[in-house]
């Protein structure tokens, strides 16, 4: 069993369809997405129009769940300009997701970590900014008899793959489409993944356990920016084109 596995799109349709391109080499038996699907800055609608037609395992993401039950008046920025673009179709399609999935015997997919789609599962925010969970505070997180070999999971936008003490395989792709962002939840931090390319990962079983590859795809980040600054944002055209948070 082989399994591209991708998150965190948020509507930049430059980078999606350059890591469809290199998933289309790479052989797999299904691609999995693991969520935040739309909202961003770049094409949230012609994104939407592009991964509906076709036949992934889609799981939703915080921002999916932001769109369907907030009220508008309360959105970010990112979400308001997908529901902008979004038909009526698009939203019933993201209804319809689930939160998580099992794509494969041993794997769970989700988007933030089991218990919440907002929770960082790898990473730890404090006062003095985002750090590397510490083991028992990724233990907490997973809470106990989590019957899998591999737990998916995106979110941060931070690739990582690391074997826990009970000998599950946590990975997280990283990015397709947004490689940094700043947040103020529960503190202002930034996350950040040095490079403008696009991410996401390939897992294959091999014998009793998987193996992990993480993969950078290069594509026209420049075309993607000019997008996102047409729509008024400047701050995503410069992570799109770093890798970094604009300061």
Known sequence: MKLAVISDVHGNLPAFEAVLTDIDKQHVDLVV????????????????????????????????RQLLESPPGSLSLSDRLALSQLSQEHLSWMAGLPNSAEPAEGVLAVHGSPRSDTEYLLETVEPAGARRA?????????????????????HTHLARVLKVQSGM???????????????????????????????????????????????????????????????????????????????
């Open 169 to 247: 395989m946590i990975v997280n792709p990283g990015s397709v489409g947004w490689p940094a962002y700043s947040d103020h939840a529960p503190y202002p931090h930034v996350m950040e993944s040095g490079s403008p390319h696009a991410r996401y990962a390939i897992i294959e079983r091999c014998g009793q356990s998987w193996d992990v590859t993480l993969r950078l795809v290069a594509y026209d980040w420049d075309a993607a920016a000019q997008i996102a600054l047409a729509n008024g944002r400047l701050d995503v055209a410069a992570s799109l084109t770093t890798g970094l948070v604009r300061r």
């Open 134 to 154: 510490s083991s028992d505070e990724i233990a907490e997180r997973l809470g106990s008899n989590l019957p899998t070999q591999v737990l998916l999971c995106g």
């Open 33 to 64: 997405n693991l969520g935040d699907l739309f909202s961003g800055g770049v094409a949230p609608g012609r994104t939407a129009d592009r991964m509906i037609a076709l036949s992934h395992l889609v799981i939703r993401g915080n921002h999916e």
